[in-house]
């Protein structure tokens, strides 16, 4: 257990999730977990040990949750540990829920919900963050990012449409927005290439003049080479 990962704990968690129907992504603006079942929110934080950290991590994420739940790995004596009534009976008093996860010494996990969150009742304090949470959720194709990574490459909804013109644009030669819209490109192309944030891609004037013809630069394509695995 001195060796487990707070990454380690995302597979089992995530596969919980998503037998129960909901959808789940990983390091969502700065939650480790997502999860979401047509208008409902969940939040997950995952902690190597159950800190005061983890606990003032999850009281924020209240703030745009439906239910938030910290998930710990199980102590090697089990439920006969010290203080594990304790910290069932913390989370209570904070209306947040508890998950252990286990591993069995053949390596498969095994996860138990000692506390579930106590359902929201109070209006949302942060209406705005919750939607932007909500929106980063939804914006995500898949779900590459593995809750509770730390010093690693995180892939947003912003980056992975960047990462999608860049491929377009390498695959296909220079274009201009609306030719890699037509191309299966996202919908903001023009605004990802116009605005170039992230310094990706060279423009120059298309034929005519009034337009640009984008090109995917250097920068661009080490980006598709560092996010391969990812895409």
Same mark, same amino acid.
Request: with cysteine; aromatic share 6%.
């Given at each position: ?48 040990? &159950? ?48 998950? &252990?996860?286990? &591993? ?96 990706? &891609? ?30």
């Amino acid at each position: 257990m001195d060796k487990l990962l707070e990454q380690d704990l995302y597979g089992p968690v995530r596969d919980y999730l998503e037998g129960l129907g909901y959808q789940v992504k990983g390091e969502v603006k700065d939650c480790d977990i997502t999860a979401m079942r047509e208008d409902e929110l969940i939040v997950v934080e995952l902690k190597r040990g &159950f800190t005061l950290e983890l606990l003032y991590q999850a009281m924020d994420r209240q703030r745009v949750a439906d239910g938030v739940y910290v998930a710990v790995p199980l102590p090697k004596r089990g439920y006969m540990a010290p203080h594990i009534r304790e910290m069932q009976s913390l989370c209570r008093r904070l209306e947040l829920g508890l998950i &252990f996860v286990g &591993f069995t010494q053949r390596g498969v996990p095994q996860l138990d919900v000692a506390v579930h969150p106590k359902e929201a009742s109070a209006p949302r304090r942060d209406k705005k963050r919750r939607l932007a949470v909500i929106r980063e959720h939804q914006s995500r194709t898949g779900s590459a990012n593995t809750g509770g990574v730390t010093r690693k490459k995180i892939l947003t909804a912003y980056k992975e449409q960047a990462l999608r013109t860049a491929r377009l644009l390498r695959d296909h030669g220079p274009a201009m927005a609306e030719d890699v819209k037509r191309m299966g490109g996202p919908a903001n192309a023009a605004a990802i290439l116009g605005r170039n944030v992230l310094g990706w &891609f060279d423009r120059e004037s298309a034929p005519g003049g009034r337009k640009y013809l984008y090109r995917v630069n250097q920068k661009g394509l080490e980006a598709l080479e560092l996010y391969g695995d990812v895409l």
